[in-house]
């Protein structure tokens, strides 16, 4: 079986939840601490082997492109001020991984979003990730899933634990746990209500597929808002082969909502070594 080398990101929605923020920049561009959402993601997927980036973009993502391209000009003022040491800091963002830009011409769905990125993978298993997803732990959440494909060669889905009420947010899955944290998927719902869930196990925005899930994607009809839905082809690749989900170790932030990406720059701020002594003083203050 190939390794996976190759890794598609999604990056063409439009961040309605942190408009107007959103309205001229990229919801994966806003910054926790010091580094874009973005960066979290790729670095990531760069420490679980990954050595391509596939942008599915769109519209207004331009920003991105820019982040991970080199700014001659930039260097160049850096070095008159005297700072050289921050260029060598920004070269290492754009020799990260080889990036590769697609674009997304409609807003049909996160399914669709992956089906572009099909002439490029080509026939060799690879990684979806969502930068609105940044997890935090001794392991990055791809090289998890990674781990658990060099054993088994089945598509691997990373999942999380989420409260009741968010339920209907997520696709929620269950299945038989065939070690600890990792289970033999059986079932599928996209964000059901409570009533309907199966339990309280949700996808979240780290994947591995098999190449086989583009047929399954192709298959794909459009749901009620004319969009593609991952987990439809993820339910229907199910019946065909083997789809393992593995519980995501370390912590796990949803930037891409506004009380995540909260919580998110609390924690990474007090996890700052430049400032985090002064920013716990200021929370004491806080009432």
Not at 136 to 153: M, N, P, W
Not at 196 to 202: K, L, P, W, Y
Not at 261 to 276: P, Y
Request: charged share 30%; hydrophobic share 40%.
């Amino acid at each position: 079986m190939k390794k996976i080398t190759k890794a598609v990101f999604p990056v063409a929605g439009f961040g309605t939840r942190f408009l107007p923020a959103t309205k001229s920049s990229s919801k994966e561009m806003l910054p926790l601490v010091d580094k874009p959402l973005i960066h979290y993601a790729v670095k990531d997927a760069v420490d679980a082997g990954i050595e391509q980036i596939i942008f599915i973009t769109g519209r207004g993502k331009r920003a991105i492109e820019d982040y991970f391209d080199i700014s001659f000009e930039l260097e160049f003022h850096l070095k008159f001020q005297g700072k050289g040491y921050l260029v060598d800091e920004m070269r290492k963002i754009s020799d990260m991984a080889d990036f590769v830009y697609l674009r997304q011409k409609e807003p049909k769905g996160l399914g669709h979003a992956v089906l572009c990125a099909k002439d490029v993978v080509g026939d060799e298993p690879f990684a979806v990730i969502l930068a609105d997803d940044v997890i935090a732990g001794e392991v990055s959440g791809t090289k998890q899933l990674v781990d658990i494909f060099d054993r088994y060669h089945c598509s691997v889905i990373g999942l999380n634990s989420v409260p009741k009420e968010d339920l209907s947010k997520y696709g929620i899955v269950s299945g038989n746990e065939v070690e600890k944290g990792l289970l033999k998927l059986d079932t599928f719902i996209e964000k059901p209500k409570v009533e309907e869930a199966v339990g309280n196990t949700a996808i979240i925005g780290r994947y591995i597929f098999t190449p086989r899930i583009f047929e399954e994607l192709e298959k794909t009809k459009t749901g009620s808002k004319g969009e593609i839905q991952l987990t439809d082809a993820i339910k229907s690749l199910s019946a065909k082969e083997v789809i393992y989900g593995k519980l995501l170790e370390g912590k796990r932030f949803d930037c891409g909502s506004k009380l995540g990406f909260l919580k998110a720059t609390v924690e990474f701020a007090l996890n700052d070594k430049e400032i985090n002594k002064d920013f716990m003083e200021f929370l004491k203050g806080v009432s």
